[in-house]
Nanobody, 124 residues
Framework: VQLVESGGGLVQAGGSLRLSCAASGFTFDDYAVGWFRQAPGKEREGVSCINSRDLYTAYTDSVRGRFTISIDNTKNMIYLQMNSLKPEDTAVYYC??????????????????WGQGTQVTVSS
């Protein structure tokens, strides 16, 4: 599976960004995709995930209510809409996948593969 992220950038606190992830190479109908992030000097943090079949979603507590994950199965695209951004959201954001996957996904940073990442910087 190949994953290519885009959409990162510099934004002021309170602003919004939409990250995109182009996915290819899935060989299973049931999989989970998600996003994790890593800030300088910090461990990876799972942000959100979504199931490909039933569209079940999960979020880490710090982004719930501000971020929304979605998937367009017709285009093999995964999105992360980020609103009300805070300086502590600054990190490199990675798209990740786990396939096959059955059951409810979890917002974790240990899926099977991930992309090259896209930088998100939130200024105060």
């Amino acid at each position: 599976v190949q994953l290519v992220e885009s959409g990162g950038g510099l934004v002021q606190a309170g602003g919004s960004l939409r990250l995109s992830c182009a996915a290819s190479g899935f060989t299973f109908d049931d999989y989970a995709v998600g996003w994790f992030r890593q800030a300088p000097g910090k461990e990876r943090e799972g942000v959100s995930c979504i199931n490909s079949r039933d569209l079940y979603t999960a979020y880490t507590d710090s982004v719930r209510g501000r971020f929304t994950i979605s998937i367009d199965n017709t285009k093999n695209m995964i999105y992360l809409q980020m609103n009300s951004l805070k300086p502590e959201d600054t990190a490199v954001y990675y798209c990740e996948e786990r396939s096959p996957w059955f059951g409810n996904c979890r917002a974790e940073a240990d899926f099977d593969s991930w992309g090259q990442g896209t930088q998100v910087t939130v200024s105060s």
